[in-house]
C-alpha cells in the first residue's frame, strides 16, 4: 500500500489476490513522518508482512514507535532515503574521518550511510536512489557484513551533523 492510498479498501482485494498465489506478500510504507500514525495503524492490524519507511541519521522518526512496532511483528522492514534523498551524499567527510569504517569494508560516504541502516538488526534491505547506474556497485558493496556496532553507527551520525 504505497502511501495508504486507499489501503482499507483496496486491502481485501490484494488479500484475495495474495491468497490465489498473485501476490507473495503485501506491505505498507509512507514517505510523511506525518502519517506514522496511520501507517502503525495498518501494521497493528497484522495484515502485512513488509513495512517501508524513511530512515537515516537525520530522519530517525520511525524509531519511536514504527521500527519496534514492525520487528514485535515480524515484518521486514525496508528502508527507504537512507541518503536523504542525496542530501547526505553532498557534503562527504574527508578520507580520514572515513578511515575509522575501512575494517568494515566501507570505502565511500554512501557505503557508511548505508551500512549505518543495514547495521540496524531490525532492517531487511535498503532501496538507494542513484542517478548514476555505476554507484549501483559501490551501494551493493555495503549490504555485508562485518556491521557496525553501537560506536561505528555514533559516528556515522556525529559524521552527519558535522557535514549538513
Known amino acids: 500500500m504505497h502511501n ?7 486491502l481485501p482485494w490484494l488479500e484475495e489476490e495474495r491468497e490465489a498465489g498473485r501476490i507473495d506478500r503485501l506491505g505498507v510504507t509512507h514517505y510523511s513522518r506525518g502519517s506514522f500514525d496511520e501507517l502503525a495503524r495498518a501494521v497493528r492490524t497484522g495484515r502485512f508482512e ?4 524513511p530512515y ?3 530522519e530517525r522518526e520511525c524509531e519511536r514507535e514504527l521500527l519496534p512496532l514492525a520487528a514485535e511483528r515480524g515484518l521486514d522492514i525496508i528502508v527507504m532515503r537512507p541518503l536523504g534523498a542525496g542530501r547526505l551524499v553532498r557534503r562527504v567527510p574527508s578520507a580520514g574521518e572515513l578511515a575509522p569504517f575501512a575494517d568494515f569494508g ?10 549505518w541502516a543495514l547495521s540496524d ?21 555495503a549490504g555485508s557484513p562485518p556491521w557496525f556496532g553501537p560506536a561505528e553507527r555514533l559516528l556515522v ?8
Request: aromatic share 6%; proline share 6%; charged share 25%.
Open 4 to 10: 495508504l492510498v486507499a489501503w482499507e479498501e483496496h
Open 50 to 53: 513488509t513495512l517501508q519507511v
Open 121 to 141: 538488526e531490525r532492517i531487511a534491505a535498503v532501496i538507494p536512489a542513484t542517478s548514476r547506474p555505476g554507484r549501483a556497485w559501490e551501494n551493493a558493496e
Open 56 to 58: 537515516n541519521p537525520v
Open 106 to 115: 566501507v570505502r565511500t560516504w554512501a557505503q557508511a550511510l548505508l551500512k
Open 157 to 164: 551520525e556525529r559524521l552527519v551533523d558535522a557535514n549538513q
